[in-house]
């Protein structure tokens, strides 16, 4: 038997379906007490809602933080330069909670005096569940500037800068003098005029007692004499006995206008053809004289290039000797040595060189076609 609430009594097996309960009573049964706090709604299947920041089974357990309804932004003040602090003031901030009540602190508070820099004030807000908010700005201390001692301050900083950048550019110059030389003796063409008045066509350097030695007097000198009637310098054929090895190699290269530079490996490491290197490169600079590098054997791979010889390979097209006995080859290599030769006097015609492969142990062999004076 079964009685509703409006006193009606059931005797039959009824089912009946539970859409509600009493008041403040919750549950399958409506047996449980809801007993909500904090403005919760109590429902019949999940008990209390809690609002916002509210949890538990009665909504009695704050969870939400605390909130500041007003912050104070970053600041700054610029205080004389005979002061070394200032005092800062600002809008205290405010904070609200669900629960009404915050405990609020801060490091700094206003009035507070600040050194010169930059300050962090924090606020701090907690709630007696335990729930904190921070405020955070910063407080910044500047010192006038003397206009004067910047301009002097800077103008010896700028100074400094620019003896730095000058002292630079001279250890640059310095070391690249040599390449420089080259470079502006090119621009200014003072290697384009052939004295009338010097002894020799050419001057050639080499080193003594190598296969270079064997190349300068069974090929190259036969060819630019024989061949084409250019007056050669070379160190056995044309030194003075008794005058000194750099007197007369100084006295080659200015009485020359060309230098030929046989260049090997023994040429590099041997101080004489260095000394007559130099000598070259210091006269082609000042009176109008001209390098002709020969690559005889390979020397862009050592470790120790003087600088001067760096700068020449850089700054002056050298001429391979071709290796292989390539006529071709031949042809093109004497044909290159002599375009940058100086030009003979008109009038005295050259024909056409036929010539075999020489070694270094060859005698030169020359036949000249339909060549005259």
Known sequence: MVTDVNGMVYNDDVLLRVTGCVENHWGDECDQLCDCQNDANCTRLAGCDCQYGWSGIHCSIDTGPPEFTVCPGNMSQTINADKAHAAITWQLPEVTDISGDVNLTSNFDPGDEFTIGMHQVIYTALDYSGNMAECIFTVSVDRKTNITRTIIISSITIGLLVL???????????????????????????????????????FVAFKNNTKDESFVYKTLVPKLEDE????????????????????????????????????????????????????????????????????????????????????????????????????????????????????????????????KALSAHEEPYVHIEDAHV
């Open 228 to 355: 084409h009637g250019y007056s050669i310098n070379v160190h056995h054929k044309s030194f003075i006995p008794g005058k000194t090895i750099s007197d007369n190699i100084l006295d080659a290269i200015t009485n020359s206008k060309r230098t030929i530079l046989v260049l090997s490996p023994e040429f590099v490491r041997s101080g004489w053809c260095i000394y007559e290197l130099e000598q070259a490169f210091y006269e082609m600079i000042g009176y109008r004289h001209k390098l002709i590098p020969i690559m005889f054997e390979d020397i862009t791979n050592m470790p120790d290039i003087p600088p001067i010889l760096q700068s020449i390979l850089k700054t002056v097209v050298y001429i391979k000797w071709p290796k292989g006995g390539n006529e071709k080859d031949e042809y093109e290599f004497w044909k290159r040595l002599v375009e940058v030769m100086p030009k003979k006097q008109k009038g005295r015609r050259f024909g056409s060189v036929k010539y």
């Open 164 to 202: 730095v950048m000058a002292i630079g550019l001279l250890i640059l110059c310095f070391r690249q003098r040599e390449e420089i030389l080259l470079r502006y003796a090119k621009i200014t063409g003072r290697f384009t005029d052939d004295s009338k008045h010097k002894k020799w066509d050419v």
